[in-house]
């Protein structure tokens, strides 16, 4: 089955200096202190200890990869992942802003870290060695945001001058591979629409006593952008997960958490529509 048409490979690559070195003298005294072995542990120093800039960089980096993770499907076991054309402009127009802001704080980090090294001597008193940390460049280089957008190859596209025996079985194998990553990638567009549903039914299970039922205000605008996420994550035009995703999207309806907030049965109703969805499919 091909998805060449459908879908595109997207390759993400997020780099961020980790700021952390092994003292060795550190470690040495920590583990004969211990009377312990030499491989008992290490002792690891924070080079930026005094500032939270460069953890806010990394924190931000993990944001963008779960995003990225959110919005795309399996490919590759690493590497490149399945992005609907549909979600083309979308993603690449959120993904620009993304790794504008990323690298302005990375700019802003640069511009600081001498004043930010100056700050982390103080905080690391007899730990501190100048020797550990590296040039303003070079820190610069250690800060990445790297996008690579790619088609996706053609089911049975398998071009190399062998032997033609071998060229049967190569290509026969390579057919199977595609296969199971487009039967995979579509495993993971039915498991994000069952997790949603799971969810969805747990929360609106009625708790013992007399204890409210609390409810985000995101809880069904959550529900909502699922719904249209898989309208694009359905690369192969499943049928089955299409009817699964109307079926969502009819059973919230024009309801919002507020409806949920106030009333009992507003909540089991609904439920009890989610529900259904659960049983109606071969998950």
């Keep these: 089955m091909s998805i060449s048409n459908s879908a595109m490979l997207v390759e993400m690559n997020i780099s961020v200096w980790t700021a952390s070195v092994v003292d060795r003298r550190a470690t040495n005294k920590t583990t004969e202190d211990a009377n312990a072995t030499a491989d008992a542990g290490q002792f690891k120093k924070n080079l930026m200890a005094g500032t939270t800039l460069r953890k806010a960089i990394a924190d931000y980096a993990a944001l963008c990869r779960t995003w990225h993770i959110g919005r795309t499907l399996p490919w590759a076991d690493k590497g490149p992942r399945l992005l609907p054309t549909s979600m083309f402009m979308e993603y690449k127009q959120e993904v620009d802003a993304r790794r504008a802001y990323f690298e302005s704080k990375v700019s802003e980090f640069v511009a600081q870290y001498p004043t930010l090294q100056t700050k982390a001597q103080m905080h690391l008193g007899g730990l501190y060695n100048a020797d550990d940390y590296p040039s303003v460049e070079q820190v610069a280089d250690k800060f990445a945001f790297k996008l690579v957008f790619s088609p996706v190859p053609e089911s049975g596209d398998f071009r190399i001058d062998v032997g033609n025996d071998e060229l049967s079985h190569l290509r ?112």
């Design 172 to 283: 026969t194998q390579y057919e199977s591979a595609y296969d199971t990553r487009v039967k995979d990638a579509m495993q993971t567009a039915w498991g994000k629409l069952h997790s949603t549903l799971t969810t969805v039914s747990e929360k609106l299970t009625e708790p013992d006593g007399d204890k409210p039922k609390l409810f985000h205000g995101t809880f069904i605008s959550n529900i909502r952008e699922m719904v249209e996420l898989l309208s694009h994550l359905n690369i192969t035009k499943d049928p089955e997960l299409e009817r699964a995703r109307r079926e969502l999207d009819r059973a919230i309806g024009t309801l919002d958490v507020d409806d949920l907030r106030g009333d009992v049965g507003a909540r089991a109703d609904l439920k009890a529509r989610v529900d259904g969805v659960l049983k109606g499919f071969d998950w």
